[in-house]
């Protein structure tokens, strides 16, 4: 079974997502001070570790550079969360070592996307996404075709980088900031209405109805998913020719 290790020192925060993650299947371990967490983390044998940025000892930042320093653990997944949303911030928890950064409020079906997401790289599962197949649509994310009922389909870059997004995780609820994150960057990064207004274009791209959408489907407070199954994405290939 995995293990995960919550470092998180609000009470209400720290059992909501003990309970959530335990109900997701993970054996899970909370404690609520960063010293106590690193500690934990070099001897508890975890899969993955969760910690918030803001604690009565020393903070998430210190604890996630002390666990990256020490040799038994360097390699153990971390995702940070903070309220401490500022663009600095982030920048600092990533090249400290976090492998991603969740800022307060979110929402549980987003964080546990998020989780699965950090295992299954950490497990091996790295190959990327290169094609889409559902419907009558193809998409060759690498060659940046589309076709919808053999027709070609004009989309820009950037609503590919979009489907690459989701094509990591199919079926799954995708948070605008998850999206934010992978399809702009640090470097070039709007807000979220942005990504909504992405999304409405390409429903009228795609989408038979995009009032009422088949495959890209609104989860209200919690962002948006592809709802196609794992088969429909292609890895290691080109999707299909022009």
């Excluded at 390409?202 to 709802?227: M, Q, S």
Aim: glycine share 10%; aromatic share 6%; charged share 30%.
């Amino acid at each position: 079974m995995t293990r995960i290790l919550v470092i998180e020192d609000e009470p209400a925060i720290r059992m909501g997502l003990e309970d959530t993650l335990i109900a997701k299947g993970y054996q899970v371990e909370v404690v609520g001070r960063g010293s106590e967490g690193v500690e934990r983390a070099q001897t508890g044998r975890f899969d993955l570790v969760v910690l918030d940025v803001m604690l009565p000892d020393i903070d998430g930042f210190e604890v996630c550079r002390r666990i990256r320093a020490s040799r038994e653990v360097r390699r153990l997944p971390i995702i940070m969360l903070s309220a401490r949303g500022a663009e600095l911030d982030r920048v600092r928890g990533l090249e400290l070592g976090a492998d991603d950064y969740v800022t307060k409020p979110f929402s549980l079906m987003e964080l546990l996307a998020r989780v699965a997401s950090v295992l299954r790289r950490a497990q091996g599962d790295t190959a990327e996404p290169t094609g889409l197949a559902f419907g009558d649509i193809e998409i060759d994310l690498v060659g940046q075709v589309a076709t919808r009922g053999g027709k070609r389909v004009e989309l820009p870059s950037r609503a590919f980088a979009i489907l690459k997004v989701f094509a990591r995780r199919p079926g799954e609820v995708v948070g605008r900031d998850v999206l934010l994150d992978e399809a702009w960057g640090y470097d070039d990064y709007p807000n979220t209405r942005t990504v909504d207004n992405h999304l409405v274009k390409l429903r009228r791209a795609l989408e038979d109805e995009p009032d009422k959408p088949r495959w890209i489907v609104t989860v209200h407070g919690a962002g948006y998913k592809l709802d196609i199954p794992r088969e429909a994405v292609r890895l290691g290939s080109h999707g299909p020719t022009p």
